[in-house]
């Protein structure tokens, strides 16, 4: 891992095509302003682990019952038995 020191305002370029610019500081948060191609897709980390952990589901085919549908499927069940 690069690790560099920036000041507002001062940019780091990445492969000559993205720049990542410090845009403002606020306390313990660090504002960023990112260009790059549209074919380069940017993501938070929490965004991204969670696009991952459901492309993992779809492909599996492991689908949680989503809590609606399973209060129908149990009120149709009730219905079949009477």
Request: no cysteine; glycine share 6%.
């Amino acid at each position: 891992m690069l690790i560099l020191s920036r000041k507002t305002g001062e940019t780091v370029v990445i492969d000559g095509r993205i720049r990542v610019k410090i845009v403002r500081m606020e306390g313990d948060v660090v504002k960023i302003g990112i260009e790059a191609p549209s074919s380069v897709s940017i993501h938070r980390q929490e965004v991204y682990d969670e696009i991952q952990h459901n492309n993992k589901q779809a492909v599996t085919g492991v689908r949680p019952v989503l809590p609606r549908l399973q209060k129908i499927e149990k009120q149709i069940s009730a219905l079949v038995k009477t």
